[in-house]
T-cell receptor
Framework: AQSVTQLDSQVPVFEEAPVELRCNYS??????LFWYVQYPNQGLQLLLK??????LVESINGFEAEFNKSQTSFHLRKPSVHISDTAEYFC?????????????FGSGTKLNVKP | GAGVSQSPSNKVTEKGKDVELRCDPI?????LYWYRQSLGQGLEFLIY????????KSGLPSDRFSAERTGGSVSTLTIQRTQQEDSAVYLC??????????????FGSGTQLSVL
């Protein structure tokens, strides 16, 4: 069975501080990994994804995530956060089942950046 | 349209009534997903459409829930005899083809359903 665990439901952090949002998954088959972000009053949108190749992937707004196969993790990091990063972040895995993708999402982590 | 459109954005109903939630995916997207987001929970998979057919309905919580998709485009999620535990945000997402694991999902803004 597949599952995605985000241990931290809320992460408060001060502006310009580093942050790590944790994500662990369980799967018996190969997966693709994603982080989606939901800004206040907006729909979910893709932040970054790992498909293959380099285990470190980056987004255009300074976030990065590293795929660690041995630890089945895909933690999201940013060295210096901004107020505008305040949002809810969802980790997801995609598994190909019977010819289509089934996406499993974590419970989300609310990042609250304080001035 | 430019994105995935869901209507209504908010729906308040009385326990026992039926509701219909609509999703209009991005034009040309053959895959369509319904998810439910309850307070403090992750996104719960409900159903997946490839074109007009639904190869995976395993996430529908009970037989009160049903969904259809017509013309490979608009989808309707129907909840019959609503219960208070049905209160949640219902999200629709679409993707281009659905059978490639690397596809990006495009989400609508959701329908907030409140059952009184």
């Amino acid at each position: 069975a597949q599952s995605v665990t985000q241990l931290d439901s809320q992460v408060p952090v001060f502006e310009e501080a580093p942050v790590e949002l944790r994500c662990n998954y369980s799967s018996s088959v190969s997966v693709y990994l994603f982080w989606y972000v939901q800004y206040p009053n907006q729909g979910l949108q893709l932040l970054l994804k790992y498909l293959s190749g380099s285990t470190l992937v980056e987004s255009i707004n300074g976030f990065e995530a590293e795929f660690n196969k041995s630890q089945t993790s895909f933690h999201l990091r940013k060295p210096s956060v901004h107020i505008s990063d305040t949002a809810e972040y969802f980790c997801a895995v995609s598994v190909n089942r019977s010819g289509f993708n089934k996406f499993y999402f974590g419970s989300g982590t609310k990042l609250n950046v304080k001035p | 349209g430019a994105g995935v459109s869901q209507s209504p954005s908010n729906k308040v109903t009385e326990k026992g009534k039926d509701v219909e939630l609509r999703c209009d995916p991005i034009s040309g997207h053959t895959a369509l997903y319904w998810y439910r987001q309850s307070l403090g929970q992750g996104l719960e998979f409900l159903i997946y459409f490839q074109g007009n057919s639904a190869p995976d309905k395993s996430g529908l919580p009970s037989d009160r829930f049903s969904a259809e998709r017509t013309g490979g485009s608009v989808s309707t999620l129907t909840i019959q005899r609503t219960q208070q535990e049905d209160s949640a945000v219902y999200l629709c997402a679409s993707s281009l083809a659905g059978f490639r694991g690397n596809e990006k999902l495009f989400f609508g803004s959701g329908t907030q359903l409140s059952v009184l």
